[in-house]
């Protein structure tokens, strides 16, 4: 049962530069959120996408945006890199339910982003 | 106010004790409770999730939830080595679609 897997594992990029991270959700699994954990702190997140469409936000500027595609894959995309922006990026997996459903998440190995 | 608030630690007990960790959160409206573990340089593994007030067993974890006082705690008996980690507590409110983190507790096992 494949879980949770996300591409590329590191990647360095300079300020100003836009960058696509990569995840495929587990075997399943509908929904995609991502997270943005800087060094010390817990996980952020970003936004959650299912059937294609942006259903959740968290508190980040427009330069993050993402995209579902109908095999349930995502692509997260960060525009006019900072260098605040280092980071590992997860991608955590789940099925969508009611709004009062408890489905935890799965998170990926993640993609460490540092920004030069 | 943090919404979710954790101790950062570090936490040190001796192998064989019970380490104990604690979360308390502000939004009274949050409805599921999840335990997550994560090694230095690792991902987020998810170790317990609780949603009704009171214990939840399961091998060497018990959470325990108090609604009444937003709290939740994790307990962990016959403390390893390999239970040195950083234990997130994560809360969510879907009617709100919130999906909110601690910082997490950095707990370290002393042999």
């Known amino acids: 049962d494949a879980g949770v897997t996300q591409s590329p594992t590191h990647l360095i990029k300079t300020r100003g530069q836009q960058v696509t991270l990569r995840c495929s959700p587990k075997?399943?699994?509908?929904?995609v959120s991502w997270y943005q954990q800087a060094l010390g702190q817990g996980p952020q997140f970003i936004f959650q996408?299912?059937?294609?469409?942006?259903?959740q936000r968290g508190n980040f500027p427009d330069r993050f945006s993402g995209h579902q595609f109908p095999n349930y894959s995502s692509e997260l995309n960060v525009n006019a890199l900072l260098l605040g922006d280092s980071a590992l990026y997860l991608c955590a997996s789940s099925l969508w339910g009611n709004p009062y459903s408890n489905q935890p998440q799965h998170f990926g190995d993640g993609t460490r982003l540092s920004i030069l | 106010q943090k919404e979710v608030e954790q101790n950062s630690g570090p936490l040190s007990v001796p192998e064989g004790a019970i380490a104990s960790l604690n979360c308390t959160y502000s939004?009274?409206?949050?409805?599921?409770f999840f335990w997550y573990r994560q090694y230095s340089g690792k991902s987020p593994e998810l170790i317990m999730s609780?949603?009704?007030?009171g214990d939840k067993e399961d091998g060497r974890f018990t959470a325990q939830l108090n609604k009444a006082s937003q709290y939740v705690s994790l307990l962990i008996r016959d403390s390893q080595p390999s239970d040195s980690a950083t234990y997130l507590c994560a809360v969510t409110n879907w009617s709100a679609s919130k999906i909110i983190f601690g910082s997490g507790t950095r707990l370290s096992i002393r042999p």
């Open positions: 609780i949603y009704s007030n």
């Open positions: 996408y299912y059937e294609e469409e942006e259903r």
């Open positions: 939004d009274r409206g949050s409805q599921s």
């Open positions: 075997s399943g699994h509908d929904t």
